[in-house]
């Protein structure tokens, strides 16, 4: 049971570049979501997924899009990069309602030069 | 607006002490509070959450918390301090009554001494 994980776990772009965050969980659950962690402000949500074929936005879209088309994966794009994007990302996955608690993948480190 | 604080960006204790990391909250509706520690170059692992019922919630690792109503705070606590709790610790709070999304605080760093 591998929990959450996340490929890549490094990344580096050039300003204008793409590439796309892959996130997989294998505990069947039904919630999903995309966190960034900066210094100093905790984690940010930027989208987050209440089923399969469903995404929301969260705190911090823009720049981003995500895509759900298997219940076990989350993908989280970037379709040019800023340096403002340089940041540690984070994907969670909850069984079902707020109520359950999320567990957290292992972190991919992007940055953006 | 929902919000949640942590007042101090890093709590030292000694080895064998009790420690309080200090969470305030705002939010209209019934809170759901979550503690969540973050140990290095790893992600966020769950402690505990308050969603009803008794105000003293006992979470993994020896942690507890209290939910108080009356202050809006939701305080980690644990009896005795051990080294190896030395990490980040996040406070978060459900954003908004009817919503799957949670708001996290800016993280307290508790660096326990031997």
């Known amino acids: 049971n591998a929990g959450v994980t996340q490929t890549p776990k490094f990344r580096v772009l050039k300003t204008g570049q793409s590439m796309t965050l892959l996130c997989a969980q294998d505990?069947?659950?039904?919630?999903m979501y995309w966190y960034r962690q900066d210094p100093g402000m905790g984690l940010r949500l930027i989208h987050y997924s209440v089923g399969e074929g469903t995404t929301a936005k969260g705190e911090v879209p823009d720049g981003y899009n995500v895509s759900r088309l298997k219940k076990q994966n989350f993908l989280l794009g970037l379709e040019s990069a800023a340096p403002s994007q340089t940041s540690v990302y984070f994907c969670a996955s909850s069984y079902r309602t707020i109520t359950y608690e999320q567990y957290f993948g292992p972190g991919t480190r992007l940055t953006v030069t | 607006a929902q919000s949640v604080a942590q007042p101090e960006d890093q709590v030292n204790v000694a080895e064998g002490n009790p420690l309080t990391v200090k969470c305030t909250y705002s939010v209209s509706g019934n809170p759901y509070l979550f503690w969540y520690v973050q140990y290095p170059n790893r992600g966020l692992q769950f402690l505990l959450k308050?969603?009803?019922?008794?105000?003293l919630v006992k979470g993994s690792y020896g942690f507890e918390a209290e939910f108080n109503k009356s202050q809006t705070s939701f305080h980690l606590k644990k009896p005795s301090a051990l080294v190896s709790d030395s990490a980040l610790y996040f406070c978060a709070v459900r954003d908004g009554q009817w919503t799957d999304k949670l708001i996290f605080g800016t993280g307290t760093r508790l660096q326990v001494f031997p």
């Open positions: 505990m069947n659950h039904e919630y």
């Open positions: 308050y969603i009803t019922g008794d105000n």
